[in-house]
């Protein structure tokens, strides 16, 4: 269920802000205000040291995601930010080459 997962904005509310400037920068006005609501499914887990990258939807890895998929890129002012779409749903943030993101910690 996807409410098991937590919102992205509450683990890494940076990332979110910085998303939502992005998108709201290249037009892409939909995905902006999808992205507060976007559920930290699970990390790459590549172990790559310069990958930071989050699934926020389930897909099975290795398989190509098909009909509707568009990748978007980002302009952010370091690394890469890279957004797999699938019919109008973030499936998953690219994350490249940035500053170690910090977890919130989880507030009582």
């Known amino acids: 269920m996807e409410q098991d997962h ?5 683990v890494f509310p940076d990332l ?5 400037t992005l ?5 892409e006005r939909e995905l902006a205000v999808s992205a507060r609501d976007l559920r930290l499914v699970g990390e790459c887990g ?5 990958c930071q990258s ?7 890895q290795g398989q190509p995601y098909g009909t509707g998929h568009r990748c978007v890129p980002l ?3 370091e690394g890469m930010l ?3 779409v699938v019919d ?3 499936m998953y943030i690219e994350v490249i080459d940035r500053p170690p993101m910090h977890r919130r910690s989880a507030q009582p």
């Open 6 to 10: 937590p919102l992205v904005r509450d």
């Open 16 to 20: 979110v802000a910085e998303l939502t």
């Open 23 to 27: 998108l709201e920068d290249e037009g």
């Open 46 to 50: 590549c172990g790559d040291d310069f």
């Open 54 to 60: 989050l699934r926020t939807a389930d897909h099975p």
């Open 75 to 77: 302009l952010p002012s």
């Open 82 to 84: 890279c957004l797999d």
């Open 88 to 90: 109008g749903r973030i």
